[in-house]
């Protein structure tokens, strides 16, 4: 009886220090509630299907108040529902482009709802909660209001060198500057570095730091039209985190298609904000395949991801980025002239082996790549994109990509086409 006890101590601690279910470090994916006003529960499985097949453990549910989206409290009843079935664990990300610190009261309420759920995401022995934006929040208010009901703020911080001495009761911190950025949406040329991960592991000494993860960013609305320079990032990002070994890593994002960094399925019952425009037909199903390793990896604290089978994933534009489009009146995205045209191809082999790429009317080329995860690039051509693996002379993998790059267009879009073999 008493080593039965002590067992379930243990495992009570575990879930409530905030690792992994599998005592290691929780990896979490920024989920757009915004989008989803008609998901039932079992939409809601899908997906959390979907992330815990690579390893994710659970979803920042991104939410504006119901001032603003009158479904917000039905969806996040949903998914936390979805998540008590499947084991799967939720935290409250409030999205502060339209909550205010004058929400207090409605923010403790929601924490208040849920922290006691079986699916509420911890950390340190606290209800996970997080933001986008809202750096003048005061959690000191909302943590006196909950009482016994303990949260971990680890709120989104715009400058980081805030955190040197924070009053506002956070406990940690997480970023969103996840491409190459001056700060803001600046645009600068890639690859994208460390530089601002750095500086929030700088000034929070102790605290945790959850670093941002995210392959992509393209967006062309009238409010927003740019495109970050991301290029190699879905596996460069991924080697950074395996050295920088952060406490928490959230994906930017799961689904969010309207800026082009979503890793989910298509989501057939999600509201279309504009970006079908550049999102449908352009499937990123390919990006979870390579984040898996990645992912064990982190939670095991190697330095390399371990491959168990031979694999191929492979991205590009729709066409060469000085194309000018016939029929758009937004115009060019911002950032644009920064991009190289060029297709990615990223194998995962378990033995060294031969990559074959003929790219449009470009000739074939053929490039060696060692065991494990790479990432080599080859210069774009027009037309039909053609991928084979090699080894020992024997063809292992072979395909075409299912879109072809063209030298034409009516909109502009810098959105990745994603597939693998």
Same mark, same amino acid.
């Given at each position: ?11 009570? /601690? @575990? *879930? ?6 599998? !005592?290691?470090?929780?990896? $979490? &994916?920024?989920?757009?509630? +915004? ?126 060198? /805030? @955190? *040197? ?6 406990? !940690?911190?997480?970023?969103? $500057? &996840?491409?190459?950025?001056? +700060? ?127 694999? @191929? ?109």
């Amino acid at each position: 009886m008493i080593n039965a006890l002590a067992t379930l101590a243990g495992l009570l /601690s @575990l *879930a409530t220090t905030g690792v992994a279910q599998n !005592g290691t470090k929780p990896v $979490y &994916a920024h989920f757009m509630v +915004g989008i989803v006003e008609n998901f039932t529960v079992e939409d809601w499985k899908t997906d959390i299907e979907q992330a815990q097949g690579i390893g994710i453990d659970g979803f920042a549910l991104n939410c504006a108040p119901p001032r603003i989206d009158d479904y917000t409290p039905k969806q996040l009843a949903n998914a936390y529902a979805a998540a008590e079935e499947l084991d799967f664990k939720m935290f409250i990300s409030f999205d502060f482009a339209y909550w205010s610190t004058g929400d207090t009261e409605l923010i403790v309420d929601f924490l208040a709802n849920y922290s006691s759920s079986p699916a509420q995401a911890y950390y340190d022995g606290g209800a996970l909660v997080s933001t986008f934006v809202g750096d003048s929040m005061d959690w000191n208010a909302v943590k006196d209001a909950l009482g016994d009901q303990k949260i971990t703020a680890i709120p989104m911080i715009q400058d980081p060198g /805030s @955190l *040197a001495n924070p009053t506002t009761g956070l406990d !940690g911190a997480f970023s969103w $500057y &996840a491409w190459p950025t001056d +700060g803001g949406n600046s645009v600068i040329e890639g690859p994208m570095t460390t530089v601002w991960d750095d500086k929030f592991l700088e000034n929070l000494g102790e605290m945790p730091y959850m670093a941002p993860v995210s392959p992509w960013f393209f967006t062309h609305f009238n409010t927003k039209n740019w495109v970050f320079i991301c290029e190699e990032q879905p596996t460069h990002r991924w080697e950074q985190m395996l050295k920088m070994k952060p406490e928490l890593i959230e994906i930017i994002s799961w689904n969010d298609f309207g800026e082009s960094h979503y890793i989910s399925g298509d989501q057939p019952n999600h509201s279309d904000d504009g970006s079908s425009a550049w999102a449908d037909g352009f499937p990123h199903d390919a990006w979870r395949t390579l984040m898996k390793p990645y992912i064990a990896a982190y939670k095991m604290g190697a330095e390399n991801p371990q491959v168990d089978e031979d694999q @191929l994933v492979y991205w590009y534009r729709p066409t060469p980025w000085n194309v000018e489009c016939s029929n758009d009146t937004l115009g060019a995205p911002r950032g644009r002239e920064l991009l190289d045209d060029v297709v990615f191809v990223s194998t995962l082999l378990t033995e060294a082996a031969e990559l074959t790429v003929t790219s449009g009317g470009q000739d074939p080329v053929t490039v060696a790549v060692e065991a494990g995860i790479h990432t080599s690039n080859f210069t774009m051509g027009v037309g039909v994109q053609k991928f084979s693996v090699s080894r020992g002379g024997t063809e292992i993998l072979s395909g075409e990509g299912e879109m072809e790059i063209s030298d034409k267009c009516e909109s502009y879009n810098y959105n990745a086409y994603v597939g693998s073999l």
